[in-house]
């Protein structure tokens, strides 16, 4: 199995922001994804770090998912393992 990493906008950012966004694409090994939403959110944030706007364009978080069927929106931990606000509230 293929994992994949989903970093957010904060993390596109803060790699931006230090003018390293080759590092996280190292890092990520061709194995990062984005979802229609964060797509969304680096085009707004490249009006203050430019470099985002070349992370659509250079391929390498692939196209973005869209995510639109509720059950697949729902966090889980695990393999068919739903989000259980009573399961957290045991820790």
């Known amino acids: 199995m293929t994992w ?7 993390v596109l950012c803060n790699f931006a922001a230090v003018d390293n966004l080759s590092l996280l ?4 090994r061709e194995r990062g994804r984005w979802t229609e939403a964060i797509a969304y959110e680096a085009t707004r944030s490249a009006r203050f770090y ?16 869209e ?22 509230s045991n820790r």
């Not at 694409?25 to 990520?28: A, G, P, S, V, W």
């Not at 470099?51 to 998912?65: C, N, R």
């Open 4 to 10: 994949y990493w989903f970093p957010d906008n904060t």
């Open 25 to 28: 694409q190292e890092i990520l």
């Open 50 to 65: 430019p470099d985002l706007g070349k992370v659509a364009s250079d391929g390498w978080l692939g196209d973005p998912i």
């Open 67 to 88: 995510i639109d069927d509720p059950v697949e929106a729902t966090w889980s931990s695990g393999p068919a393992a739903p989000y259980s606000a009573a399961r957290d």
